[in-house]
């Protein structure tokens, strides 16, 4: 089938490239752009893995998107998350408390986290669990990572009160 | 797994939309948020020649109040967008409980109400790779007369597995159904078809372009259970609406879902609660009637006599909840 040529912006660099219809968004990236970051996992929508954040934020499948939909959009991988040189402070908190073990999952852990903790700094137990359900961690059995997200959340609010008084 | 190679049209217009459909015949598959077409396509469970996407239509994401008090919402409005939503928080917490335990936060950002009504149905045979499937005899879903759920059945038994199906039958909500020849509309209660091959009536070139829920009035419920609670389909779910009292309802709307090829209405147990009120024996009542009235059961992941045994329970404590509820106008 005819290739399309897409306009797609990934952590802030635009990219054009030719895609057929049935490439998936994870494939583009890892495949197309050299953009690994982002896991491929089941393929299938169960592990997670391959979350990236979409144009407001929100977390999407990028094994379940189709690249020609991304025409136009932008997305935000686990490489657009560091802040100037330094890790972002969910990313910092990840290593801190050990959520990260073989870290084939930590990349779609990080991006749900980031989207929820981008619009709630103050996140109850079940805020975490129901932002977190949707990817699966074979090593850290989830403790450490709930820990991690909580310190990050901390650090995140601390960061607002700061600003806010600047 | 990667799909299979199909053309890809994405019309400017509802109207481009059904034109499509209506010159593609069976060769072109409508997806609404993906998360479950693209996944049976990876299985080639499906292997459309055209696929034609809802997404650029904004037509599809509006939610409406009509004159009437009813809401008419959009069939492309995504589940996240729903669940979020005042008016369904407000007015419908039942369809918003359902929807909210879809998948996960991931699923229900990309997958919307339509899609979820048409949600095709699912069993442990068809639903894995075909170099899985290929180590067995197919089905009537692939390219055999057998079916592997209930054996010497004469038909697909894969079982029907909509969240939010069950609570809009109950809210006896309608769908919007749209064709290049005009539009019809069917009540919920007769969309879904005891089949898992044709499992609704949505003809060729239809699309479902919207939900209408009647104004809010009374008391309703929705309970789902599953292994996990995150990001798992229901072993089985219960969605009861009820309007007047505990002692004199004027109508009682009860439907089980995932345990067939089709949400079930329950018109016995709704006679013994409309007839005895929501008393502690006609729940029980209406609890075992429930469970006896399930003749085959879709045995998926759940044997048959555990699923019959739990429906009694879920249909009982939905109920003793809904009967606490404080009676709306
Ligand atoms: C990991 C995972 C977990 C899931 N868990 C659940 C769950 O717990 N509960 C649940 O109910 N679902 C679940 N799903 C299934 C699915 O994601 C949801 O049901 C979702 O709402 C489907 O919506 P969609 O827009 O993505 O559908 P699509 O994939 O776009 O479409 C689904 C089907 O409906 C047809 N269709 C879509 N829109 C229309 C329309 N407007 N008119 C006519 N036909 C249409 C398509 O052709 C296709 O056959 C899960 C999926 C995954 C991957
Ligand atoms: S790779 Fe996308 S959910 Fe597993
Ligand atoms: S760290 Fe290994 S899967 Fe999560």
Known sequence: MAKQLIALT???????????????????????LN????????????????????????????????????????????????????????QKSFLEHGAVQCGFCTPGLIMSAKAL??????????????????????????????????????????????HGES | ??????????????????????????KIAIMSGGSDLLLNMKFRLEGPAYLLSLNGLSELQQLEKLDDGSLRVGAACTLTHLAEHTIIKECYPALRAAIFVVGSRHVRNMGTIGGNICLETRCWYTNQSKIWRDTREGCFKTDAE?????????????????????ILMALDASVVLASHTGER???????????????????PGEVLTAVVLPPAKGRSVFRKLSQREGLDFATGTFAAAVIGSNEQPESVSLVLGSVAPEP??????????????????????????????????????????????????????????????????
């Open chain 2, 1 to 26: 797994m990667q799909l299979p190679q199909f053309e890809y049209i994405r019309p400017k217009s509802l109207a481009e939309g059904l034109a499509a459909l209506a010159e593609h015949g069976d």
């Open chain 2, 264 to 329: 079930r209405v329950m018109p016995q147990a709704e006679k013994i609660l409309l007839e005895g009120g929501l008393t502690d024996e006609a729940i029980d009542a209406a609890a075992d009637v429930a469970r006896r009235a399930l003749l085959e059961v879709t045995n998926l992941f759940t044997p048959t006599f555990y699923k019959k045994r739990l429906i009694k329970v879920l249909v009982k404590d939905a109920l003793l909840e809904l009967r606490d509820q404080r009676v709306r106008g």
């Open chain 1, 117 to 162: 903790l981008d619009v709630n700094t103050s996140p109850s137990e079940t805020d975490i669990n129901e932002a977190m359900a949707g990817v699966i961690c074979r090593c850290t059995g989830h403790i450490k990572v709930k820990k991690a997200i909580k310190e990050a959340a901390s650090v995140l609010r601390e960061r607002e009160v700061n």
């Open chain 1, 10 to 32: 990934v952590n802030g660099d635009p990219y054009e490239v030719a895609v057929s219809p049935h490439q998936t968004l994870l494939e583009v990236m890892r495949d197309s």
């Open chain 2, 185 to 203: 509309i069917v009540p919920m209660r007769e969309f879904y078809q005891n089949d898992g091959v044709e499992h609704t009536v949505l003809k």
């Open chain 1, 35 to 90: 953009l690994t970051g982002t896991k491929r996992g089941c393929t299938a929508g169960s592990c997670g893995v391959c979350t990236v954040n979409g144009e407001q934020g929100e977390v999407i499948l990028s094994c379940l998107a189709l690249a020609v939909e991304w025409d136009g959009r932008s997305v935000t991988t686990v490489e657009g998350v560091e802040e100037g040189n330094e890790l972002h402070p969910i």
């Open chain 2, 146 to 166: 057998q079916c592997h759920v209930i054996k010497s059945a004469p038909k697909c038994h894969a079982l029907n597995s909509t969240d939010s199906g069950p």
